[in-house]
Nanobody, 126 residues
Framework: QLQLVESGGGLVQPGGSLRLSCVASGTTLDYYSIGWFRQAPGREREGVSCISSSHAITNGADSVKGRFTISRDNVKNTVFLQMNSLKPEDTAVYYC???????????????????WGRGTQVTISS
């Protein structure tokens, strides 16, 4: 049974960087697509970036384009989210999620992912 654990969150100042990790256990990540999502208080969960089992990347929110980069290391069974030029509006709980097989033409949306980690808090504040 695949399990996901996020780490790397924390408190950083605006303009700073963080790298989130999503470590999988229980099985290999090779055949799973992984997405990063976030949810701020009072807001719906939104897709940040997704990477297919084929390694194709599907972008999520426009607000993170050019600042956030998703990558995967199947040897380490880990998916990363590098976040640069962080803004206060990036503050949220960040989750990774998995779906078996490629993402294909589906969007980077929580509707297409069924297995979730517990999340890691990211707070951007001076």
């Amino acid at each position: 049974q695949l399990q996901l654990v996020e780490s790397g969150g924390g408190l950083v100042q605006p303009g700073g960087s963080l790298r989130l990790s999503c470590v999988a256990s229980g099985t290999t990540l090779d055949y799973y697509s992984i997405g990063w999502f976030r949810q701020a208080p009072g807001r719906e969960r939104e897709g940040v970036s997704c990477i297919s089992s084929s390694h194709a990347i599907t972008n999520g929110a426009d607000s993170v384009k050019g600042r956030f980069t998703i990558s995967r290391d199947n040897v380490k069974n880990t998916v990363f989210l590098q976040m640069n030029s962080l803004k206060p509006e990036d503050t949220a709980v960040y989750y990774c999620a998995a779906r078996a097989g490629p993402l294909g033409l589906n969007p980077c949306s929580a509707d297409f992912f069924g297995l979730w980690g517990r999340g890691t808090q990211v707070t951007i504040s001076s």
